[in-house]
């Protein structure tokens, strides 16, 4: 916490046994200096060190969106108009993206950010994997909001420890940015309503519905397999010579999952001596 501080003058311990101060050093602070931390007053000091300025940028995180990508118009368009309605809000909106997993949603999530929603969002965009930091089923939250934090700008010697600090800080920082703030995996409402931002968007991408969230009013975005037609392109683009018609084939075996299907046409690829057929 800061707090302005104003006095003639603060004392450093060190008294003999009398009660007369022996060898004190004396500092004073005072017109508009703000004291932030733990004071330390010595009666020498050979340098001080603040901490390095973070780089005066918006964050601008998130898995960066695929080259090969096909189909999704439905979703995409879901995902603008449901963005762009809660946008206009005061208060913070919520997106929950839903398919099993291996279907696409993260993708999806990634080219809709490159295409519509990092223009609607530019003072930020925060990203975190909670699989990255679930240790026995259980999520470190105030990890999650630490590296929001340091995104933001807070130095790391300033970010609390404890959960309820964190949140506090980051309520404070982002006060007054409308922030894009996207938490994949999730698997439980509670760690993900605690990342929502004061103001923007939060977008949770799950392989199940969270119940709790649509009660909160959070938007569903399904995500199914690709049909036959965009599966089918899909191979194409990642196999160009391969017959449409076993295309399809792999894509019904595949049942439209785009990571399985990338997972077969690389096993191919790592074998040049084999076809697709």
Known sequence: MAAPVEGDGLNSLGTDGGGAAHNA????????AVIVGPVLMAQHI???????????????????????????????AGLRDAAVALAGEPEPGVLL??????????????????RELKQLFPQGQLYVDLEDLRRDGVVDLAAVLGR?????????DYVPAGLAE???LFRSVAAGKRLLVMVDNAQHAPEARALVPPQGLLVVIARRALPSLLMDGAVLIGVDPLDEAA??????????????????????LCAGHPLALRAAVEWLAARPHLTLD
């Open 231 to 252: 599966g089918t392109e899909l191979v194409r683009r990642w196999h160009a010579d391969a017959d449409e018609g076993t295309a399809a084939d792999v894509v019904r």
């Open 46 to 76: 050979e340098g001080l060190r603040m901490p390095d300025r973070a780089p005066d940028a918006p964050p601008s995180q998130g898995p960066p969106p695929s080259r090969v990508f096909v189909n999704r118009t439905k979703e995409l």
């Open 148 to 156: 929001f934090l340091r995104a933001l700008g807070v130095s790391k």
């Open 97 to 114: 993206v839903v398919g099993v997993g291996g279907v696409g949603k993260t993708a999806l999530v990634a080219q809709s950010v490159r």
């Open 25 to 32: 050093a004396y500092n004073t602070v005072s017109g508009d």
């Open 166 to 168: 964190c949140t506090a």
